[in-house]
């Protein structure tokens, strides 16, 4: 199936107090699982976050690590909104910075990092290049690299099928965004092939759940 890309950036305030108030619990406390087991060696240090939207990833990552102080960037003002009150309110919100800035252009405060990560910002980004480019750039030698975002399927009746098992109660502006997130995505050749014109060929590729894979290795 063909990939269909979508906007980049989350900036329509309906779509983000949507995704700011759905639960993605079970997925982002997957993501800083799946991190931690790849990475054992991780202590503290800053981290940064490519396309955080309202943080809620960056605070988990803040609130597993307490050594470590997490610089959030999205291009979305709407969706950093609401993780500027989630910060305040958490108890680990005083490590976690979330600032605007569209990406390649942005610069992080703190680079080189010696620890980047991303999650379900690769399938907005219509050219990928751009975020292997940004982490080259804002990553330290020998810096962790953990990437984590959907799979396209392999057809449209599996789309639906995911849509109907993950989000048959989410609002439907959710639906629809989860549903375009999973047409926008990319495959793990597709994301195998990014990471060879890169570059970064050693990265491994894996698929870790029915709708995500996950990218990571060392700079
Ligand atoms: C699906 S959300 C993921 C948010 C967050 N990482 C999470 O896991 O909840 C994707 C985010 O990437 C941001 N984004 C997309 N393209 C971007 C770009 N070029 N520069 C900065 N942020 C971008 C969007 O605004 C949106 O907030």
Redesign the pocket.
Known sequence: MERRPEP????DPEQ?RA?AEAD?AE??EH?VDLFAERFPDMAGGAVL??????????LRLAARYPACVVH?????QA??AAGAAWCRAHPAGSRVQLRM????D?QAPGAPYETIV????L???HDPR?LWDVILRDGAPGARVFVMDLCRPESAQRVSELVARHAATAPEVLRR?FEN?LYAAFTPGEVRAQLGDAGLEAFQVEQVSDRHLVAWGRL
């Open positions: 980049e950036l989350m900036l983000a995704y993605f997925p982002h993501f976050d490519l396309g955080c939207g309202p943080g809620d990833v960056s959030g960037i999205d291009g979305a969706m950093l800035g569209r990406l390649p942005a991303s999650n379900s910002l399938h907005h980004l751009v965004d997130s």
